[in-house]
């Protein structure tokens, strides 16, 4: 058995499916008693109804606990299980794979100053993590972990609770040249739940254009606290006016939020993220998305660049540029110009004319133009109260 265990090698063994995302740093948990609940988290949200603690359960002769029910996180968090072990044998005993189920999931092992650490990527592999005084810290891959006789450590689990909703749960699998106890499965659950309700949780205000201005109204509850506050809101841009009002809903306070959103004074993506703030647990907040698509102050077809193409030698050619605004302006050119040219002066030209509430302007390279690349950038400059300015690349080739 022990010739067959050692045979699988440890970089074989660290195949860590990609089920859910890794975890996040590390926080310091408080000791676990063998057998029984472990204490609560500092700062652990307390759950309605239900206990603060962390549940125990399973064992084998090197683990007393092998099951930990690792409690409620709202949104955040990371759920830290901690298993004390000792090899029960007179001999030392070999662990040689060590295998998280998920990459969300995340262990370290340490053995008095001995520290061991699985990491799933970029590459799978156990490592041992080394800290000299006054040096950063560094890690050095191991292709085993040595459990001398009667040896006590603890097993350290993470899983990343944040943006989770409903139950979770990770293993991870201990191969080891223990004869009576050659495999463990350390299991460990925790769950995600809200700790705002948020109606809707996204508004679509749809099609606007850049001046126009639309309102929205959310509401947001918590079965959390019954006395609580928003304190504060993160806006994305100053084209954001929001208020809110508490209202009462029985024993528990609500929140009605009334917004406004627009103009957009820039050619900006509608819509963002709002984020506000309160005064509950570590500062908890809950966003409200807004989605819009902007039609811009002004439409220019076929956009900013355009391709003239083949161009014959001894012929002219034309393009025209559609420019469209949508809030009314009569649009005019006050003034084109041409930069980053290939030809000289005058080869190429611009002008413009007037189709009913369109402005086109054409652009025109001459039957003069030498055998060889057309390219530059032209300039336009307009009359409109926001958009003072388009360019338009264009190139083509004589021949």
Known sequence: ????LRSFGLAAALAVPALCQEAAKPTKQPPVKAGGDAPARPGAP???????GLKASGGNTWFPVTVRELGTFYGSGEAIGKFEFTNPQDTPVDWVSLTPSCQCARAEVAIGDRVYRVISKPQKRVVRVVRDAGKPERVENVSKITVGPGETGVVTTRLDMNRIAGGKHATLDIHGTDPIEPHTKLTFRATGAQMFTVSPAEINLNKMTWNETREFT????SRMQKEWDIVSVDKPSDAFDVTWERVQNGEYA???????????????AGGGMLKFRTNMQNAATFDVRVLAFIQGPLDVKPGGFLTMGL??????LTKS????PNDGTDLKVTEFAFEKMTLKPGIVTASQRKEGGNLIVDL??????????VKGELVVKLNHPLIKEKRI?????VR
């Open 1 to 4: 058995m022990n010739l067959i």
């Open 46 to 52: 307390r759950i309605p109804g239900g206990k603060v």
């Open 218 to 221: 959310v509401t947001v509850s």
């Open 254 to 268: 609500s929140y009605r939020i009334s917004g406004k959103y627009g103009p957009v004074n820039s050619e900006v």
């Open 311 to 316: 161009i014959r030698k001894g012929k002219s």
């Open 321 to 324: 540029i559609t420019f469209t």
């Open 364 to 373: 025109a390279v001459s039957d003069e133009a030498p055998k060889g690349l």
């Open 393 to 397: 690349m264009f190139n083509g080739f």
